[in-house]
């Protein structure tokens, strides 16, 4: 009989599951090793496939590259104007076939003129004589990228090299990735143009941006394509557009595909889902009370909870009317109370009652101890309570 229940209880346990994944949009099939789609605003995964997977992600490392340049230039480490030597080693990038710049031990290109080649044209070369500009050795400027990938918390990354080209134990996962590519749209706006920039010539040499999407898509403005025969196809997408919640930003990345038009048309698969089957619903702004409760030893009665910052979740196409939100908090709230201290969750969920978020409830402004008379009468109070 015990087991009779154990068995019903299983069953009824894989139903709920079931109905909750029914209940989502399901995304098209991808034909793609791994893959992932973000909607960036409200940080949700609206589709993945072994997005934990390790594997060789090629010239998608150039994110990382790019990302360390971009915060020594912000750091006054490099100027932009700042021209470089090209080492013997940047120049022996030409050999096997590499993605190149085209530059050579005769030149002194710019910090600038490298991350364009490095961005747009995803030169081997130009990377390498960035990272030795940056850290006097890629030996050097690879320890900086696993201690950023560390930093981030990236459990299924590990860098070998600043190019991509496949070597044991060059790997990512493609959330990973995501999060790389979401780090330089947050942390550096001011250098993510390059990576809407379609062409750029160098030495006469004119080289086209290989992300596809940037012709096909008005709404995509970045960021990376990578290939090597370990890697297949890989692209990051990354497209933003005006919703009625405001500009909405969605990032898939693709891993494993066949050819380069199938990077691109998988990639555009899941943008076009993404802006067809979910929509962005803005339910406070940053700094707006979600709720005002008691607060108990303080010098202020009460204090004003919220979110981290404006709080938007990504929800099923048309149900953005029947959200449940659901605030659990510490019982009782005690002074001091710190400005963005967590003291709970806020839960939102479809009127089915599937859950679509789950954000940190913290406090909006700081609640001192109150005096010693103040905090007496509380715990009275509280006592009696």
């Known amino acids: 009989m015990n087991r009779f229940f154990a068995y019903a209880l299983a069953g009824l346990a894989l139903l709920a599951a079931t109905a909750a994944r029914a209940e989502l949009p399901?995304?098209?099939?991808?034909?793609?090793?791994e893959y992932i789609l973000i909607d960036v605003n409200s940080g949700q995964v609206l589709a993945q496939h072994d997005a934990d997977k390790p594997t060789d992600l090629a010239s998608l490392t150039k994110l990382m590259t790019a990302y360390l340049v971009f915060d020594a230039v912000r750091d006054k480490k490099l100027a932009l104007d700042q021209p470089l030597p090209v080492s013997r080693r940047?120049?022996?990038?030409?050999?096997g076939g590499a993605s190149l710049m085209f530059i050579d031990?005769?030149?002194?290109?710019?910090?600038?003129?490298?991350?364009?080649?490095?961005?747009?044209q995803s030169g081997n070369d130009a990377s390498v004589a960035l990272a030795e500009g940056v850290a006097g050795s890629v030996e050097n400027f690879v320890a900086m990228m696993n201690r950023q990938a560390r930093a981030w918390g990236l459990k299924n990354t590990q860098f070998k090299n600043v190019t991509g080209l496949t070597e044991p134990g060059h790997y990512a996962s493609a959330r990973d990735i995501a999060v790389m590519a979401q780090h330089i749209i947050t942390d550096h706006p001011e250098f993510y143009p390059l990576y809407s920039v379609r062409h750029y010539t160098w030495d006469h040499i004119k080289q086209d941006n290989r992300n596809m999407l940037l012709e096909r898509d008005p709404s995509v403005d970045g960021m990376?394509?990578?290939y090597t025969a370990a890697a297949g196809y890989c692209q990051v997408s990354s497209a933003q557009r005006d919703t009625p919640a405001g500009k909405r930003r969605l990032l898939a990345v693709v891993m494993g595909t066949a050819s380069k038009e199938a990077r691109a048309d998988e990639s555009q698969k899941l943008l076009n889902w993404?802006?067809?089957?979910?929509?962005?619903?803005?339910?406070?702004?940053?700094?707006?009370?979600?709720?005002?409760?008691?607060?108990?030893?303080?010098?202020?009665?009460?204090?004003?909870?919220?979110?981290?910052?404006?709080?938007?979740?990504?929800?099923?196409?048309g149900e953005g009317g029947q959200l449940k939100t659901?605030?659990?908090?510490?019982?009782?709230l005690l002074a001091p109370l710190a400005q963005g201290q967590r003291v709970g969750t806020i839960q939102v969920s479809t009127a089915a009652g599937t859950e679509i978020a789950s954000v940190p409830l913290v406090v909006l402004e700081p609640v001192p101890?109150?005096?010693?008379?103040g905090r007496a009468w509380d715990a009275i109070r509280l006592w009696v309570k």
Not at 90 to 95: G, H, L, M, S, V
Not at 326 to 332: A, F, I, L, N, S
């Open 90 to 95: 940047a120049w022996d990038e030409r050999k």
């Open 224 to 226: 990376k394509t990578g």
């Open 274 to 317: 993404g802006w067809q089957a979910w929509d962005d619903v803005r339910l406070f702004d940053a700094g707006k009370a979600v709720a005002t409760v008691p607060v108990w030893k303080g010098t202020s009665g009460q204090a004003r909870l919220g979110a981290p910052g404006a709080l938007v979740v990504t929800v099923p196409k």
């Open 26 to 33: 399901q995304p098209p099939e991808i034909a793609a090793r």
């Open 369 to 373: 101890l109150a005096g010693i008379l």
């Open 105 to 120: 031990p005769t030149m002194h290109p710019t910090v600038d003129e490298l991350l364009h080649g490095v961005v747009v």
């Open 326 to 332: 659901v605030v659990q908090r510490t019982e009782p």
